[in-house]
């Protein structure tokens, strides 16, 4: 794998490396470009020995870090199959890593062939869609279940229109609903035994 490290935080470091696995350990045939939250290049030299590194945007506490990352090489379409399921599943094990709580799992992102860029797009019609159906029909609308950050990225792009939004549902689950305007959001329903059981199953069935 070749890996252009460009972000030079802390952070990006370990999501470096675990990259060094996917390839050596993984067999997985990928190069990689690592970038901080605000796409500028950083150097790439090491401080010296001693030395106190410079506070990045990426790395500062007082800021909410975010790295992306973007993926090429022979093995992208194995990243893309079954709707982008392997490219996701690294995302999430790279955000464990980084020891990031679920509600901040969008803080990192990883890319290939703009699969991401254009899922946000098409996140962006959909909600500009459930807009119009949820003013034409005074009817709250519910997404399909999505990760946190096509999430996160939903409720901003909603913001917009004034309409109120929740997310409902457990784990893999949630999803976001639209309200019409003045209406608000239901109280999430405590799980029933049944959906307590049958989520139990399935995270099983996932390892």
Known sequence: M?????????AAKKIADFLEVLST????????????????????????????????????????????????GPDT?????????????????AAKILRLEPESHDRISFDAEGFKANR?????????????KVRSTGRPFAFSPMTSRERRLLHLTLMK??????SSGEGPGRFVVVYPEGEE????????????????RNSFRRR
């Open 2 to 10: 070749t890996n252009l490290l460009i972000d030079t935080s802390p």
């Open 25 to 72: 350990t993984g067999g997985l045939r990928l190069n990689s470009q690592i970038l901080a939250c605000n796409g500028q290049v950083q150097p790439t030299s090491s401080p010296p020995a001693g030395a106190i590194p410079a506070v990045s945007p990426s790395s500062s506490p007082d800021r909410n870090p975010e790295i992306k990352v973007e993926l090429t």
């Open 77 to 93: 379409p194995l990243l893309l199959a079954r709707n982008g399921e392997l490219l996701h599943a690294i995302e999430h094990i």
């Open 120 to 132: 946000d797009r098409e996140l962006e019609m959909m909600a500009e869609l459930a807009i119009e």
């Open 161 to 166: 229109s004034g309409l109120p939004t929740a």
């Open 185 to 200: 959001p239901a109280p999430p329903k405590a799980p029933s035994a049944a959906e307590r059981t049958r989520a139990i």
